[in-house]
């Protein structure tokens, strides 16, 4: 049995982290220690104790329990585990435990439901991707739902010893250096169970002595805990974009690390792109250009190699100037298009109407080419948006020199934001 399996918590205090959850006189640990055992849907990153805290509440509450996982169960294994509901055994009703429920299709969730309506059976839930969107909206209607964080490394170290003290009691006694729980706690991106089984390798490693050095070779080794599914993905990707806009060049490596380890080229590629444009923009027109390129030649390297171009577009994104003004642009002609403020097209701006060959009607319309600065002023919004503004000069040096020009072209004074 590994050794996070035979670690693992019997009670609420021996939980790594979630004092917001069970914490001395938190909903959760009152509810369930009131009695009250309703179906629970508890998400969060891997390895931060759903599990765990499921079989605590199972042994607690006395009932029947059954596990089953997600990823590798059919529609028959639910059957199975709910039949037991009419079963003596399952007399004081079932706890029916599921793990990575959002690989269940909708039509695996709903075979659940008249179980959890009429109290036969307590469903917890467990899912690293956000609730909402993963399980179906009927059987999350009916439960309660708590968000499971990543673990800080302080709070993982009394697991550690507690698991140390295992191997040392069931293989044979070492020491272990100072500092290498530490060490191990801050490797694991805030997974307990990774952490233990961290230590575990260390041990098994190590002659007499757990050394720092083995362990961090052994953490690097063994990669970063980022993934390519889960919210912990998906927020290192947001925080990429964030810290880009924030013009905070060590975090976006940071994150673009995380994401990357993670083995998601796509997603970040993605995000590198969509910053250049959303939020660098117009006060550096060529960021695009330059970001797309590095984005071209990371996916025809790939990784590893792919990361030193990508590290390059990110530090460079952050380091730029910043204007969103494209993008409230934008957002502002949405904004009357969505509200019907569209009207027709100008006529001197219509494609070029004829009655037949040769019957072509004037338009009316003025070709700039044909006058002093290629400008003429003439109208081009329909007639219900005539004079509206959308686009607002933003106030780097590049947008503030086309407001400059665009004044002295059409004598208008610009309004800034």
């Known amino acids: 049995m590994p050794l996070a399996d035979k670690a693992r918590p019997k009670t609420f ?7 917001h959850l069970l914490g001395e006189g938190r909903p959760l640990r009152k509810m369930l220690e009131s009695g009250h055992y309703p179906s629970l849907v508890f998400y969060g990153p891997p390895g931060t104790g759903k599990t765990t805290v499921a079989d605590i509440i199972a042994r607690q509450s006395g009932r029947l329990m059954h596990r089953i996982n997600a990823t590798t169960a059919s529609l028959s294994d639910i059957k199975a585990a709910l039949a037991s509901a009419g079963t003596l055994a399952g007399q004081g009703g ?9 690989y269940f299709n909708k039509k695996q969730q709903q075979s659940l439901l008249e179980y959890v309506e009429d109290g036969r059976v307590t469903l917890i839930c467990s899912t690293t991707d956000n609730p909402f969107f993963c399980i179906y909206p009927a059987l999350l209607s009916r439960s309660a739902v708590f968000e499971f964080k990543s673990v800080p490394a302080e709070e993982m170290l009394p697991a550690l010893r507690r698991g140390f003290a295992m191997l040392c009691g069931e293989y044979g006694e070492k020491q272990a250096e100072d500092g290498i729980f530490p060490l191990i706690a801050r490797s694991v991106n805030g997974d307990v169970r990774k952490a233990l ?7 098994f490693s190590s002659d007499s002595v757990l050394t720092v050095e083995t362990a961090k070779e052994l953490s690097e080794m063994s990669g970063l805990s980022a993934g390519r599914d889960g919210d912990d993905h998906f927020d290192c990707l947001s925080a990429l974009h964030k810290s880009i ?11 673009l690390c995380r994401a990357l380890e993670g083995g998601d080229i796509t997603g970040v590629c993605r995000r590198l792109l969509c910053a250049a444009a959303e939020d660098i923009g117009l006060a550096a027109p060529m960021a695009v250009v330059v970001v797309d390129a590095c984005v071209d030649a990371a996916n025809r390297v790939g990784l590893p190699e792919a990361r030193l171009h990508l590290s390059e577009a990110a530090i460079y994104l952050a380091t730029l100037p910043k204007s969103n003004s494209a993008y409230l642009a934008y957002s502002a002609a949405l904004a009357d298009v969505s509200a019907g403020l569209a009207g027709p097209v100008p006529r001197h701006l219509q494609n070029v109407h004829a009655d037949g060959v040769g019957e072509e009607r004037e338009q009316g319309y003025k070709y700039p080419h044909n006058f002093p600065n290629h400008y003429v002023k003439q109208q ?10 959308y686009y607002k000069y933003g106030d780097n ?18 309004v800034d934001k």
């Open 380 to 389: 081009y919004l329909p007639d219900c948006l005539k004079g509206k503004k």
């Open 197 to 203: 089984s961290l230590l575990e390798n260390t041990y």
């Open 94 to 102: 079932i706890l029916l435990y599921i793990d990575e429920i959002q």
């Open 13 to 19: 205090d021996e939980v790594a982290g979630q004092k």
């Open 397 to 414: 040096r590049t947008e503030q020199a086309a407001k400059e020009y665009h004044e002295r072209l059409t004598g208008e004074k610009q």
């Open 245 to 255: 806009r924030g013009s905070d060049p060590d975090a976006a490596v940071h994150y």
